[in-house]
């Protein structure tokens, strides 16, 4: 937008940032968030301080960069008043969990390291964020993010206070921040919707099960080569002598690809669905549905402490639903999905649900793009987290005003 545009927005504005930032105290930090917003908001290649303050008239670099890096205001208590203000209105289908990097030069910025960096598509130095969406198919928006704070910074006591990484705060797995997120957007009485992730995450045994033990539903892709019995392979052992320990029940024919799985069967079992109607038209695909047991070793441990231990174990892994796609012009499946809602639940509704993660990638453009996500300049956890907690804000005020069918939507 330009300054035009951001001045007709200003009453607007300023009533959106008295309600979200009303748990920050002072009336002058309250105006910083709203110069803030209006710089990211604002056209300009760069969305760091420097350059939106010089285009901003009431512009002040020194109390911008002060207010995002120095001053304390509780950024989970303004995501927070986002997320309560903006989600309802999102009216969401999913919450899609997913992470986002940002390359790095240096060694000091919090959570910097050598990792896997999705924006470079190569192992980089860069920071990494998970993020959790609430999502329909019309928006999104993005309700709380946790930055990754890798193995190598858990005992680097120089490091993490020349960044002013919080005590409390340690090296925790992408997928247990993902947990922490759900569980913050849960305690902000967010009513929780199908959790959609990517392999990254749906891969991990754990993760699918704490999502169960919490009650949610899920959606999450796996890879091909996870492991799984069909559903009615049954564990069984071999007749004891009378002697020694009793033979243990196990599966006595080897898991399967889920690749293989999917393919066994042919063509002749998948059903053309469609999910949705994109910009040329329906989008469509053919799926399969059928229930499995997935294996490997995290499978058969997390069944077994279930059960309370080995020897009360009955050797059978719990099923799940297994969804996947074979595209008509492709010579295999190429995508699988597992989850925990019943195998009859109609086709069209899981292809969609699976499929859900595509508006992510509409948050991430605008924010990166268009809202500076990526071009916050600071070193330190709090900037880190205040920067992305104004871009989020930013993001949810764009939003607010594209579902509201009275209002003249910006450029």
Not at 3 to 19: D, K, P, S, T, Y
Not at 108 to 122: E, P
Not at 373 to 390: M, P, S, Y
Request: contains cysteine.
């Amino acid at each position: 937008m330009d300054l035009g545009e951001i001045e007709q927005l200003r009453g607007e504005l300023a009533a959106f940032v008295a309600e979200v930032f009303a748990s920050v105290p002072r009336r002058d930090q309250r105006a910083k968030g709203d110069c803030y917003l209006r710089g990211l908001m604002l056209d300009g290649r760069r969305k760091s301080i420097q350059p939106m303050a010089e285009r901003l008239p009431d512009g002040d670099m020194q109390a911008l960069q002060q207010f995002v890096n120095q001053s304390p205001w509780d950024h989970a208590a303004v995501l927070r008043a986002v997320a309560v203000k903006t989600v309802p209105v999102v009216d969401p289908l999913v919450w899609v969990i997913d992470d986002v990097s940002f390359p790095k030069d240096g060694k000091m910025s919090a959570g910097v390291a050598r990792q896997w960096c999705g924006a470079l598509g190569k192992q980089s130095n860069c920071q990494v964020a998970v993020s959790l969406h609430a999502a329909s198919d019309t928006a999104s928006v993005p309700i709380s993010w946790r930055l990754f704070l890798p193995q190598e910074w858990q005992d680097a006591a120089g490091r993490r206070a020349r960044a002013g990484v919080p005590e409390e705060v340690g090296h925790l797995e992408k997928w247990r921040l993902a947990l922490d997120l759900i569980d913050e957007a849960i305690g902000w009485d967010l009513v929780p919707q199908v959790i959609v992730a990517d392999a990254g995450y749906g891969q991990n045994t754990a993760f699918r099960q704490a999502l169960a033990d919490r009650g949610l539903d899920f959606v999450v892709a796996v890879r091909a080569d996870e492991s799984a019995h069909p559903h009615d392979a049954v564990p069984t052992a071999p007749a004891w002598s009378g002697t020694g320990r009793k033979p243990a029940l196990r599966y006595r024919t080897g898991a399967l690809s889920l690749k293989d799985l999917a393919a066994e069967t042919g063509r002749k079992a998948y059903r053309q669905a469609t999910w949705r109607t994109g910009s040329k038209g329906p989008m469509r695909s053919r799926f399969r549905v059928r229930i499995v047991r997935p294996a490997g070793v995290a499978a058969r441990r997390h069944a077994m402490a279930r059960a309370g231990g080995s020897t009360a174990w009955d050797g059978v892994l719990p099923p799940a639903t297994l969804l996947s796609e074979w595209p008509a012009d492709e010579k295999t499946p190429t995508e699988y999905w597992l989850t925990n809602l019943p195998a009859d639940t109609p086709l069209r509704h899981l292809a969609r649900l699976a499929k859900m993660r595509w508006r992510i990638e509409h948050d991430y453009r605008e924010m990166k793009h268009g809202l500076g996500l990526d071009h916050f300049e600071g070193r330190t956890w709090r900037g880190w987290h205040h920067h992305a907690t104004l871009v989020t804000a930013a993001h949810a005020f764009l939003t607010l005003r594209r579902l509201d069918p009275k209002a003249t939507a910006p450029a």
